[in-house]
């Protein structure tokens, strides 16, 4: 027996990927992921829903036990209100509890980790960005990672070859 459905719960909820930021993973090891609110003005909100967003320069920084992201940018609608000078590359507040901030704060200040964005995301109608606490890969472990991609597509494709000729 089909379920029946209500029209209203049909409404998209904007559950998604916003932004990737796919350098990350090449110039970082990641440790530890952590999702974060983003303070956003309405603007910033219509620029998101229509993807005009930016995080792969981005990044985060702690001053004064807040959290902060720096270089990311969200570029305005052409229809978007003409009341406001629009920033597209302001700093935005994040969103996190004091103790994971206070947590972070050794991260970043004793070990020397960075607060990298990694990917932006919608979490029921709030805008969620995702960081991630890693340190930056060496060149030689940049190399090692390229290596070992372009090995496990090669072997995929001899795995497949020899599957269809069986």
């Given at each position: 027996?089909?379920?029946?459905?209500?029209?209203?719960?049909?409404?998209?909820?904007?559950?998604?990927?916003?932004a990737?930021?796919?350098?990350?993973?090449?110039?970082?090891?990641?440790?530890?992921?952590?999702?974060?609110?983003?303070?956003?003005?309405?603007?910033?909100?219509?620029?998101?829903?229509?993807g005009?967003?930016n995080?792969?320069?981005?990044?985060?920084?702690?001053?004064?036990?807040?959290?902060?992201?720096?270089?990311?940018?969200?570029?305005?609608?052409?229809?978007?209100?003409?009341?406001?000078?629009?920033e597209?590359?302001?700093?935005?507040?994040?969103?996190?509890?004091?103790?994971?901030?206070?947590?972070?704060?050794?991260?970043?200040e004793?070990?020397?980790?960075?607060?990298?964005?990694?990917?932006?995301?919608?979490?029921?109608?709030?805008?969620?960005l995702?960081?991630?606490?890693?340190?930056g890969?060496?060149?030689?472990?940049k190399?090692?990672?390229?290596?070992?991609?372009e090995?496990?597509?090669?072997?995929?494709?001899?795995?497949?070859?020899?599957?269809?000729?069986?």
């Open positions: 027996m089909a379920k029946k459905t209500d029209p209203k719960s049909d409404k998209d909820d904007h559950k998604g990927t916003i990737l930021n796919k350098r990350a993973r090449h110039e970082y090891h990641f440790d530890e992921r952590i999702e974060a609110g983003i303070a956003l003005h309405g603007w910033e909100v219509k620029s998101l829903r229509a005009r967003v995080i792969t320069d981005g990044y985060a920084i702690i001053r004064h036990g807040e959290l902060f992201l720096f270089g990311a940018q969200i570029m305005p609608l052409a229809s978007a209100s003409t009341h406001i000078d629009p597209e590359r302001r700093t935005r507040k994040l969103l996190l509890n004091r103790r994971e901030i206070d947590r972070l704060v050794g991260q970043v004793r070990k020397g980790y960075t607060l990298v964005p990694t990917a932006m995301y919608w979490k029921h109608n709030l805008v969620k995702e960081l991630g606490l890693g340190q890969k060496k060149e030689h472990d190399r090692d990672a390229i290596k070992d991609r090995w496990q597509i090669e072997k995929a494709r001899t795995l497949n070859a020899k599957n269809r000729d069986a």
